[in-house]
């Protein structure tokens, strides 16, 4: 727990061992996007792939330090959720109310595993693994229910894809989960055909935000105007050219800011919930404090060209 630790000591403000080992819950928090369900969604994530044993003490870590929102998937080949679970049950004891987070997974259809390890019946019908990967969520995170579910990725089988969102629909209807989404779906006719038939419309697009895909403008806008919540993430490590162009960088010196920085603030501005899953306690605070500031509409004018 070094790391998590070392965050609690240089952000607690009140002094007692007790009071040490709470978290502060009135640290200035991440602003809120209302979703038109009414779910509070902190406007950029904490998300918790690839860090294995250091889960717990990255995930407590980031709440430490202002943290609300955290996605995870129930993909024990990319996520350790329970030692997830472990970090909000850590936060919870020390101060922190469940309805104060914005807890996110998802459900991975069997291509997404590594077959020696699938956290549902491989062979089970395609309802029968949602609901059996939605308990296992539940009882890894410790919650009684999710804030958001999201299918990993779109199905290719039109039975077992309408299967699928219909078990995330009953689901929501049981309040296991209060919104449901998707990730990796860069389609925007299969996204809008999705939405159209859905009974229970996609709350969530969870996608990788890159030049390839047009920075799915078109998707964007569809979500926009269908108050879908579109997430990035591989925002930094895919865009080392945005990174490196004149025009951020020249805002970054200007506003005494970081590349990363300015390129998360202005996402936010954007009406995108970026996710971050740094490892590093520096990049933690600076991704924090992208709230402190705010680009102007003409720092934002330029830089929308860039993401063309
Ligand atoms: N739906 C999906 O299929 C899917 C796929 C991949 C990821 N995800 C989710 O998205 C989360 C984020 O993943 P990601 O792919 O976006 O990558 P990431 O884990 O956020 O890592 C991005 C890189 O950015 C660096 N970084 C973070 N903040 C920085 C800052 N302020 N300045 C400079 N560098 C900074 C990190 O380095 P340091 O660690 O040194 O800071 C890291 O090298 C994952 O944990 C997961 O929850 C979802």
Known sequence: MQTGDSVFASKTRTSGNRAQNRLMVDLPKIPNVITPQGVAMPQ???????????????????????????????????????????????????????ASLYVQTKFTPLAGHDLVNVPYAAEARPAAQVRQSMETSLAQLQVDYVDALLLHSPLLNETEMAEVWQTMETLCDAGDTRLIGISNCTDLHWFAALFARARIKPAVLQNRFHARTGYDVALRAFCRQHGVVYQSFWTLTAN??????????????????????????YLTQMEIVPLTGTQSRLHLREDLEIFDFALTPADIAGLSPLLR
């Open 240 to 265: 080392p050219q945005l990174l490196g162009h004149a025009r951020l960088r020249a805002l970054a010196a200007r506003y005494r800011r970081s590349p990363a920085q300015i390129l998360f603030r």
């Open 44 to 98: 950029m994530l904490y998300g918790t792939a690839w860090k294995r044993e250091r889960t717990t003490m990255l995930v407590t870590a980031a709440l430490a330090a202002g943290f609300r929102g955290i996605d995870t998937a129930c993909q024990p080949k990319h996520y350790a959720q329970a030692a997830v679970g472990a970090a909000l049950v850590d936060a919870v004891e020390r101060g922190l109310s469940r």
